[in-house]
C-alpha cells in the first residue's frame, strides 16, 4: 500500500503492509503460517514487487 493509505506525511516512495486480525484464531494461525513462508521467499517477493500488480498508488 502506498503512504496515502495511511496518511503518513514524508513517507514518499515507500510502501507498508496493512494487517487485520479481525478473524477467528484457526485463521489467524494460518496467516502466520503462510507469512512465515513468504517471508523466506525473496526471489519471489521482489518478482511480485517488480509486476506492481499488487501495489496501489
Known sequence: ???????????ENRHFLRLS???DLASLELGI???ALASK???G???LFREGKNLYY
Not at 502506498?2 to 513517507?11: P, V
Open 1 to 11: 500500500m502506498d503512504r496515502k493509505a495511511f496518511g503518513r506525511i514524508g513517507s
Open 21 to 23: 486480525f479481525a478473524t
Open 33 to 35: 503460517q503462510r507469512i
Open 41 to 43: 521467499d525473496r526471489d
Open 45 to 47: 517477493f521482489w518478482k
